[in-house]
């Protein structure tokens, strides 16, 4: 039987405010346990929360971003459970009337454009953390967390396949970076992601059971959960057995997803309105102000690219993956008004470069001002494309700028016809047999005689010039 | 006269002529204390070292000519606002050690207008209560007769100041908890507004109801009192940034061309008629100060009871979930698992009464119950302001008892919660209105127990709360009586 697979993404993003979401506590990961913290975060007896406005502006942000409809009422809501990393017994969430709803964002799905619904963006509070002593049968509350704030980005079921899902949560995380309201690191769980997913015969309508999948830390891990558990679904309705609703873990090491807890054990949350703060309101203005404050989007920014520096999808593509690339890549274009030359320096070496250790463009030692005179002084011959390569391997080691790079290993390329001249006659006059050779026929050797001008000038003659004059020269006349 | 008997009016003048200093008011406190304590006990803890030393800085302060409105002046907080350094629990066992790294804004600020901190007051557990018998330390007795009970939540306020164990005292109201006690034991007591009086640092019962306000011997006390209290706290969203009048400026004023409401609700049979003939006599005395007593009606009061009763819990359910033996406070001793220690922690730490709220809470939000009860309590408390709103479009001002009876026996209802819960019959709806609401004594009955009368007025309308009182007391001729300790 052929299956359809049916996946909904939730997403947990931690926003880049300086202080938590209500109270004055820094937001910045690590720190000595427990010392980014104060009776509010605590959740100590008679203390209030008050909201930080910043967290609704970043919010509002992604919101505008995804497409949504920003509700002009807000409130917060009690979700209560008990658990050591929750001080209060209740996390402060959204509810009933979450920030924004009826979103969407495009991805690529077999190289065409496919509309991802975002069904509600709301803010909230992260919990602590839960440190375990293995040599005690004890556990230790680290509440530094406890209070950052959080977005959560639920998604329609409108994904299709676990490739489909790894493709949204990158043009997600993407964005979300691009706002710089989120540092999008996966491993410090600053972006987190639980995927719903259930399967159906091809042509129904109906969704079958779904399964929820937690602890998937990086786009890698999602794919290969959701793969997994698709195939896990697909074995259990072929062999006539029933799909449990359930929350599973997913277990990087051993490949597989384990049931967590069942429908029947799911907490009762008895959410209700947070009598401590007042509703939120936002009027138009306010969007308005938060969206002419907005940056150019990673999808436009592509379609700019291509349109502008008439670059193929696939670099623009490349070069918009990240906001600080883009924005090396635009300013070296800038510098030398050579678009597709700077994207084949970006995108060739220097991105090796960066990606042999481990850095981003940020660290790049080669600065655009430099990439693009080194396009210049290729434009204009005073260097070969092929000394270059070497020059600006010697920039990324050093950080000098070309023309001292040049300068030092007395790299100027020779394009005096005169001098150059002079060389191709010694040349020719020492090699009579391959001369004789080459006049017989053997046009193979045009090769030989590049090669011995350029061993002559250590590979500084201009080798545009230099095939010009050897032509001439040895036709002969 | 002892010291101890004064007003804060009264005190003010002579503090600063320097007919006496703060440390002999203070004294005078300490003895009266140490004199009718135990048979009262108004007291959780008792700060007397501490009041000491502040009252010398006070006759310092005095000397120095820095004088602010309760310069030297003793006063007493229930014990569920946080004191910093000075353990603060709620009348709870599971809050027995806590002590507070801060201090409630209302703490700060009497700080700043220069009280002197003699205690802090008994109250029931966690503010559940009518009758302070469900504190864990022990219940209060009324002064006015030590069999019966004194009232509650605010319990302990209400005798600090009915028997001189202090000159004025905090509480806080969420049901009645200022207003029926302060009627059973024949003081003044206010409920502000909702979001007049900051909340930081009160520990919270039912958020949405919850509000802080004085106990005081008369009027003018009480106008002083508001003065240091009410305000805007940017630590509390839901307090009001709207201005705060001077509220001396309403006393000693006539009611003339005022319409004094007096609604059919709430004069209704099973009233003591010893309550319903003090009401009566107030009505005279309003008269004669120039207002026009005229019928009202506020058509869901019947329901308020069961509304609060579902939304007081529901919110308390989940205020007190931080209790859970993980960061402070009490925890259990012998654990197997996490489980275990929230629930021996939990079970062990709580009395009977705050239990049964929570369970009442938690059924009341539980998925397939919360509409049925929370959802459909939020609407009716929608209409229940809405009929005051109705109300105040036709009077100043509202008059009403405090309480149905004067103070009951210790014990009598202590094994029927829904009596207990009938006795906030009259005070409860404004908490669910957020309106302000005032009880003054107006009488006592034969055998010698206070009775109080309610003024209710418009949200922050303290200012006609105080000038509806202020004028009473100058009319009734009240005679002046002090329990017989």
Redesign the interface.
């Known amino acids: 039987m052929e299956f359809e697979t049916v996946i909904g993404l939730e997403v947990h993003a931690q926003l880049l405010t300086e202080t938590k979401i209500f109270c004055g506590c820094s937001t910045k990961f690590g720190g000595a346990p427990n010392s980014h913290t104060c009776?509010v975060c605590?959740?100590?007896?008679?203390?209030?929360?008050?909201?930080n406005k910043k967290v609704v502006e970043y919010a509002m942000k992604m919101a505008l971003a995804t497409n949504c409809t920003i509700n002009p009422f807000n409130r917060f809501a009690?979700k209560?459970y008990?658990y050591?990393d929750l001080?209060?017994?209740?996390q402060i969430s959204q509810y009933a009337y979450p920030l924004a709803e009826h979103g969407h964002i495009l991805i690529e799905s077999d190289g065409q454009p496919k509309k991802i619904g975002i069904t509600r963006i709301h803010m909230e509070e992260d919990a602590g953390k839960l440190i375990h002593d293995e040599n005690n049968p004890s556990s230790y509350?680290d509440l530094n967390r406890a209070g950052v704030p959080l977005i959560e980005i639920v998604g329609e079921p409108d994904i299709r396949s676990p490739e489909e899902a790894a493709e949204y949560l990158k043009r997600l995380h993407e964005i979300l970076v691009y706002l710089e309201i989120c540092d999008g690191n996966m491993e410090e769980g600053s972006f987190r992601c639980d995927a719903n997913v259930s399967i159906r015969p091809m042509g129904k309508q109906e969704f079958g059971t779904r399964t929820e999948l937690k602890n998937m830390n990086s786009f890698r891990n999602v794919q290969r959960a959701l793969e997994y558990e698709v195939k896990r679904q697909q074995y259990l309705v072929e062999n006539g057995q029933q799909i449990v609703q359930e929350t599973r873990l997913w277990d990087d090491a051993q490949g597989v997803t384990n049931a967590m807890r069942s429908k029947e054990e799911a907490h009762?949350y008895?959410?209700?309105p947070d009598?401590?703060?007042?509703p939120v309101t936002v009027d138009e203005a306010w969007i308005e102000q938060i969206r002419s404050d907005m940056p150019e989007l990673p999808l436009a920014k592509r379609e700019r690219f291509v349109r502008e520096f008439a670059i193929p999808t696939y670099d623009a593509g490349v070069l918009t993956a990240e906001k600080p690339l883009a924005e090396y890549y635009e300013e070296v274009v800038k510098l030398c008004g050579k678009p597709k030359q700077a994207s084949n320096w970006v995108m060739g070496d220097l991105l090796r470069f960066l990606k042999e250790e481990r850095r981003d463009i940020r660290q790049c030692p080669v600065s655009a001002k430099s990439l693009a005179e080194m396009i210049l002084l290729i434009e204009n011959g005073t260097i070969s494309g092929k000394m270059a390569k070497d020059i600006i391997d010697e920039m990324y080691q050093t950080g000098k700028t070309p023309d001292t790079v040049i300068a030092e290993k007395g790299l100027v390329q020779i394009t005096d016809e005169g001098e150059l001249a002079k060389t191709i006659a010694a040349i020719i006059e020492g090699n009579p047999k391959q001369l004789a050779d080459y006049r017989a026929g053997k046009e193979k050797l045009f090769g030989f005689f590049v090669g011995q001008v350029m061993k002559a000038t250590q590979g500084k003659a201009n080798p545009q010039l230099v095939n010009d004059l050897l032509k001439k020269n040895l036709a002969g006349s | 006269m002892a010291l101890y008997s004064f007003t804060i009016h009264e005190l003010q003048k002579k503090i600063e002529s320097g007919e006496f200093s703060s440390s002999e008011l203070t004294r005078s406190v300490i003895s009266r204390i140490d004199e009718v304590e135990e048979r009262v006990h108004s007291y959780i803890r008792l700060l007397k070292e501490e009041a000491l030393t502040a009252a010398e800085l006070a006759d310092e302060n005095i000397k120095a000519g820095k004088i602010r409105p309760l310069t030297g002046i003793p006063i007493a907080l229930k014990d569920i606002v946080c004191t910093k350094g000075i353990p603060t629990t709620c009348g709870s066992r599971i809050l027995q050690n806590f002590v507070p790294p801060y201090d409630a804004t209302v703490v700060e600020k009497l700080k700043a207008a220069g009280a002197v901190f003699i205690g802090k007051a008994n109250m029931d557990e966690f503010a559940m209560g009518s009758s302070t018998e469900t504190s864990a330390f022990g219940p209060t007795r009324n002064p006015w007769d030590l069999e019966r009970i004194p009232g509650g939540s605010s319990g302990g306020s209400a005798t600090a100041v009915a028997a001189d164990e202090c000159i004025a005292s905090i509480g806080s109201d969420t049901g009645g908890s200022i207003r029926q006690p302060a009627a059973l034991c024949g003081v003044v007591g206010l409920k502000p507004t909702y979001g007049r009086v900051s909340r930081f640092g009160l520990i919270a019962f039912a958020s949405s109801l919850d509000q802080i306000g004085p106990f005081t011997k008369d009027v003018e006390d009480c106008s002083i009192m508001m003065n240091v209290l009410a305000g805007y706290d940017p630590k509390d969203s839901t307090s009001v940034n709207a201005e705060v009048p001077d509220y001396r400026k309403f006393l000693n004023r006539d009611l003339r061309g005022w319409k004094i409401g007096i609604p059919k609700e709430y004069f209704i049979d099973g009233i003591d008629p010893e309550v319903s003939e003090a009401l009566a006599r107030a009505m005279e005395v309003v008269k004669n100060c120039g207002g026009e007593c005229v019928n009202i009606t506020l058509p869901h009061t019947e329901y308020s009871v069961a509304v609060y009763y579902i939304i007081a819990p529901a919110e308390a359910s989940s205020n007190l979930a931080r209790y859970d033996g993980v960061r402070y406070g009490f925890r259990t001793a012998d654990v197997r698992d996490l489980t275990d220690m929230y629930k021996k922690s939990r079970m062990q730490g709580f009395g009977s009464e705050v239990k049964r709220r929570i369970m009442i809470g938690t059924y009341a939000l539980s998925a397939g119950y919360y509409d049925a009860y929370y959802g459909k309590a939020s609407q009716v408390r929608a209409l229940i302001r809405k009929d005051y709103d109705d109300a105040f479009q036709k009077c100043d001002i509202i008059l009403t008892p405090t309480t149905p009876t004067p103070a009951f026996k210790i014990g009598e209802k202590t094994e029927d919660p829904l009596q207990m819960y009938l006795s906030d019959i009259f005070t409860i709806s404004a908490n669910l209105a957020g309106i302000p609401g005032l009880s003054i004594p107006c009488g006592f009955t034969a055998s010698g127990l206070p009775i109080g009368m309610q003024f209710l007025a418009g949200h922050f309308e303290e200012g006609k709360l105080l000038q509806a009182a202020s004028a009473y007391e100058k009319n009734a001729a009240i005679e002046k009586r002090r329990p017989n300790l």
């Open positions: 009776p605590l959740g100590m007896p008679g203390v209030l929360p008050v909201l009690r209560n008990f050591p001080p209060k017994g209740y509350v009762d008895r959410y209700f009598p401590d703060l007042v």
